[in-house]
């Protein structure tokens, strides 16, 4: 009997999760289909259940649901309570456990693009549900400083102090967009921008861009947008105007899925085959 695995989301259907997880199956040649549930807020308690009842094997859990879902299972992993953010349900035998593989599926991005976060100082721009993964996911990795940079002040510093005692070995700093940013900008050897404001190709999406201090970044620093819709953002096409080197938010969305699968089959997730299907 294939083994069931899903996403629930509301809406899903621009997931591109299925596509790489059935590869992932087929490729290895596990006996397992992976769904998209389209999940209205109000059901999911109910569909927790159903989870249990029917014995679906491993879930991805995307927009509204990350922090709502929450409450909902049996444990969760250290990385889901710093982010507050679950993103993926692993299933021990009755027990449904909570994890988010968005920060470790960050880092490991970022080190596949040769970036050594080891004492790293970087800035985060945002305040959102991305911008604490990469926060949390720069920390975990070995950075030393992260500036966490937003339009609203007191989010920047809500977020920061929030996650400070879940990154010992970070200094976690706040501030909002202008000079402070320009300041922070100046020290720093990675930029992660972890804000909605570079989706699509809007003039809104480059104002948002050329608004920013790229100018005073070393030449050494790296640019990371993690919107991977376009994949080259106006900001990364400023950033590589600039000559300074960029990643993209493609290799975070592998990288969390591959990790999922990782945990949830015990076996090694096929990059190649998972990132062709992306
Ligand atoms: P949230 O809605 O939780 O947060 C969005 C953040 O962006 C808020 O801090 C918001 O500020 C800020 N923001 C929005 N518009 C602007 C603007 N014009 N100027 C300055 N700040 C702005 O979204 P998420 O954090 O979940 O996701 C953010 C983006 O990250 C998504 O668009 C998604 O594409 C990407 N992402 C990529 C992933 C990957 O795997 N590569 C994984 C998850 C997300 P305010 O609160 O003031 O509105």
Redesign the pocket.
């Known amino acids: 009997m294939s083994a069931v695995y899903g996403i629930f989301g509301w809406p899903v259907a621009h997931s591109r999760s299925p596509a790489m997880h059935n590869a992932a199956f087929r490729a290895l040649a596990i006996d397992a289909v992976y769904v998209p549930f389209a999940v209205p807020p109000a059901q999911l308690p109910g569909a927790i259940e159903a989870v249990r009842a029917l014995g679906v094997a491993g879930l991805n859990v995307t927009?509204p649901h990350?922090s709502a879902v929450m409450p909902l299972l049996d444990e969760l992993a250290p990385a889901a309570r710093a982010i507050a953010a679950v993103?993926t349900i692993v299933r021990k035998g009755e027990r449904l456990i909570g994890d988010n593989t968005?920060a470790e599926?960050?880092a490991r991005?970022l080190l596949e693009a040769g970036v050594d976060l080891q004492g790293l100082e970087a800035v985060v721009?945002?305040?959102?549900?991305?911008?604490?993964?990469a926060t949390f996911g720069l920390a975990a990795g070995g950075a030393k400083r992260i500036t966490v940079a937003?339009?609203?002040r007191a989010?920047?510093e809500a977020l920061a102090a929030e996650l400070a005692p879940h990154c010992p070995g970070a200094e976690l700093a706040a501030c909002d967009?202008g000079a402070p940013l320009e300041r922070a900008c100046a020290g720093c050897g990675l930029l992660v921008?972890?804000?909605?404001?570079?989706?699509g190709e809007s003039a809104?999406a480059r104002a948002?861009a050329d608004a920013l201090p790229l100018h005073s970044l070393p030449r050494s620093a790296v640019v990371c947008d993690?919107?991977?819709?376009p994949l080259q953002t106006a900001l990364l096409a400023r950033a590589s105007e600039r000559g300074l080197r960029t990643v993209?938010?493609?290799?975070?969305?592998?990288h969390?899925g591959a990790l999922a699968f990782e945990h949830w089959t015990g076996q090694r997730p096929p990059i190649g085959v998972m990132r062709a299907a992306l």
């Open positions: 927009l990350k993103n968005d599926g960050l991005s721009l945002g305040a959102g549900g991305a911008a604490r993964a937003a339009r609203r989010a920047a967009f921008q972890a804000t909605s404001a570079t989706l809104a948002f993690l919107v991977y819709k993209d938010g493609l290799g975070m969305l592998l969390q």
